[in-house]
Each structure stands twice: as structure tokens, then as C-alpha cells.
């Protein structure tokens, strides 16, 4: 099972949202927890949809910031115990795992005011019995190793986190990958802060001793996402299917692209008798031909880029020095544009026409379109005995 958990900060910002939905369709989580949405609870349903899950349980921000969400597939059955603007508890079960309990937490940001947050989750550590996983936000550090730059973090927050901590009796899950998640984002006093965690007790190392907590880079957001994944996992056999010709049609991606209107222009340009039907019948073959040849090469490996581009971002992330993250913010911004291309690119061939540019390559999408090329192909014959 996978638990994806995010502090958005804020997913009304288009590129924030085309983001979420890369992930979503990368990493396939069954269960995904998102701080700071910055949304109204009934405005969760349409993201939802779009990010391919089948229900979820959200808090309304508070004026003009804050919100929870967490939403979760078919595989899943939630019951959701309480929550308020800094948590949701909730009972989790699925077919191949027994139910467990998980608490999306978000640690109060005004430091003012952070006592409360470690009070409330003294409050939740003791609330129900069993096998128990808290993540989220805590907008606090363990330690002074867990920042980079700035100035000395108080000590006395430091230990106020651990106390509770070790009130709760429970443990850091540890992570794979960069060692913080939150940067300021600010090229002349950077800092690096490890804010964001998962914490698991003594129910839950032991039912889940294979727990890996994965850093994922940060694209949109001041924050890293976190992966948890654990438990049985399941692989899917798929049929193999023959590959077949695809009659032209022009691609809605490709208008975005300068090439585009080069390809044009050289096949428009070319000698040819002035006045024929056939010259101008001709032109238009070859401009498609053309344009397919030059639309395979440049489009059919926006996945690829996409895949190449997130590994460099990835090998970034371990460096904390200006330079680098000035060529990750340049790197972030090619790959929003790659993957604005790429939703184009599904959007047209599902044939989905009252959705607005700005809907990311969800399954819905890759859905519409697989089902117009197998839904006349007979995969398998089944006999009077029921074998195939």
C-alpha cells in the first residue's frame, strides 16, 4: 500500500495542481494526505475526480488559509474517527490489510501558539489501541542537525517536539532521500528545514517492519512530498496487444510548439505544379506525413523527458548551495511546461471537449482513450467450461 502526504500550499495554483496529478499518476497511491490545500471542503470534489480517487474526507481552510484533505481509492475502506484544522484520524482497512489507524497532522505554524499541536497529539496517541502511523507537517525539528542555514533553532522547541514525542512512545519512520523537506526558496539566505515526517508506534513497526518513507523532489511547493509505502503489494499481468497504425490527426500540443509551423512552412514551400488538385492533395499527405514523423519524435517521448528531468532534480536536491537551486527552479519550470504538453496531448485523444485546458494526464484521461481502441477487441474466448 502507498500514502502519499503533501504540504501543498495551496492547490488553486494551476501548476501546483499539474504537479499533484504527475505524482498521482507516477507513484499510484492508494491513500493521499494534502495540508494547506487553501480550499472550501466542497470544493475538493472536482480535484478529486481529476486525480482519479473515489472519495474523501476534507476540512475547509480558514479564511484564506489552512485545509485538509485526504482522499483514498476503491481498494480502501475509511472510517474517518475526528478532525479539526490540524488533523485527521481515521480508521483505514483494504482487502489484503488489516485495519490500522492513520492521523494526517499539521503542526500549528505559529510558533506562539505550537504547545497546543503537541498537546493534541498527546491527545490522539491515546484516543484508540493498535497498530498506529502520524504524518504529516509538525513545522518543527527533532534536532539542529535536521536544518541547514539561519540562524541556531531555539532549543526549548526542539525539546517541547521530543517530549511529546517520547510521550506518544513513538518513533521517526526514517526517509530515502534528501535529508529536508522545507526550503525558503530564498537565493540569498537559504534554509533547509526537515518539517515534514511520519512517526509510527510500537503496533505499527511491528506489523510494519518494512516501512519506507521516500523524499520526493520538490516541484511547486516550498515543501517535499512523502511516500509511505508498506504492507503486501500486488502486481497486475496485462495481456499483450498488437501495435497497429494510427490514421493522422493533428495533435492540439503541437501548436504550442514553434517546430510546428517550421514543418509547415517547409512542406507548403516546396515546388509543385501551381493549379493542380493533385499537387494540392499531395501537400497535404506530405504535410502529414511530415507533421507525424516530426510529432513522434518530439512528443512521443514527453515521458521520457519528463522521467529524465525528475531524475536531474532528484540528484539536485542533495545539494543545498545557490547555484544548484537556481538550476532546480530553472529545471522546475521546463518540466511544467513539459508536463502542460503532455496533458494536451492526452486531453485530445480521450475526446473529452467540456474539460478546460489545465487538467492534468489522470487515468480519466488515459481511460477515455484506451477504451476507443479496445473496446472492439476480443481478448480472450472462453469455452463451455469456463477456461480461456
Not at 496529478?21 to 470544493?43: A, G, W
Not at 500540443?253 to 512542406?267: Q, R, T
Not at 521520457?304 to 537551486?325: A, G, T, Y
Request: glycine letters at 8%.
Amino acid at each position: 500500500m502507498k500514502l502519499l502526504v503533501w504540504n501543498v500550499q495551496g492547490i488553486g495554483n494551476p501548476w501546483t495542481s499539474n504537479s499533484l496529478l504527475s505524482l498521482v499518476k507516477i507513484h499510484d497511491p492508494d491513500i493521499l494526505f494534502l495540508i494547506e490545500t487553501k480550499m472550501d471542503s466542497r470544493n475538493v470534489l472536482f480535484l478529486r475526480n481529476k486525480l482519479g480517487f473515489c472519495d474523501d474526507f476534507s476540512v475547509s481552510r480558514v479564511g484564506l488559509s489552512g485545509g485538509l484533505s485526504l482522499m483514498w481509492k476503491a481498494n480502501c475502506v475509511v472510517n474517518v474517527c475526528s478532525s479539526s484544522s490540524f488533523f485527521i484520524d481515521a480508521w483505514i482497512s483494504s482487502t489484503d490489510i488489516l485495519p490500522w489507524r492513520f492521523s494526517g497532522f499539521y503542526g500549528n505554524p505559529d510558533s506562539n501558539h505550537r504547545g497546543h499541536s503537541w498537546e493534541l497529539l498527546r491527545r490522539l496517541c491515546f484516543a484508540h489501541f493498535g497498530a498506529w502511523l502520524c504524518a504529516g507537517d509538525f513545522n518543527e525539528i527533532l534536532n539542529g542537525n535536521e536544518k541547514l542555514g539561519g540562524g541556531v533553532k531555539s532549543q526549548r522547541a526542539i525539546d517541547e517536539f521530543r517530549n511529546a514525542v517520547d510521550d506518544c512512545l513513538i518513533c521517526d519512520l526514517g526517509f530515502v532521500g534528501d535529508p529536508f523537506t522545507w526550503c525558503n526558496n530564498r537565493p540569498n539566505d537559504l534554509i533547509y528545514e526537515r518539517l515534514d515526517r511520519g512517526f509510527g508506534n510500537i503496533d505499527w513497526v511491528n506489523r510494519f517492519p518494512n516501512t519506507t518513507v521516500e523524499h520526493l523532489e520538490a516541484v511547486c511547493s516550498d515543501h517535499r512530498p512523502l511516500l509511505f509505502s508498506f504492507g503486501l503489494s500486488q502486481g497486475i499481468v496485462r495481456c499483450g496487444r498488437k501495435k497497429r497504425f494510427n490514421r493522422f490527426h493533428f495533435e492540439e500540443a503541437w501548436s504550442n510548439d514553434p517546430g510546428c509551423g517550421e514543418v509547415i512552412s517547409s512542406c507548403w514551400e516546396a515546388p509543385s505544379v501551381l493549379g493542380s488538385a493533385a499537387s494540392l492533395r499531395d501537400k497535404l499527405d506530405w504535410c502529414g506525413l511530415k507533421l507525424q514523423r516530426w510529432g513522434r519524435y518530439n512528443f512521443k517521448k514527453l515521458g521520457s523527458d519528463i522521467k529524465l528531468l525528475r531524475q536531474k532534480l532528484s540528484s539536485l536536491s542533495s545539494s543545498h548551495s545557490v547555484q544548484d537551486w537556481e538550476e532546480s527552479n530553472r529545471l522546475q519550470k521546463i518540466l511544467v511546461g513539459l508536463m502542460h504538453k503532455e496533458e494536451l496531448y492526452w486531453k485530445q485523444r480521450s475526446r473529452v471537449n467540456w474539460l478546460k485546458d489545465g487538467d492534468k494526464n489522470t487515468k480519466f484521461f488515459h481511460r477515455k482513450a484506451s477504451n476507443r481502441r479496445f473496446k472492439n477487441e476480443i481478448l480472450g474466448v472462453c469455452d463451455k467450461n469456463g477456461c480461456w
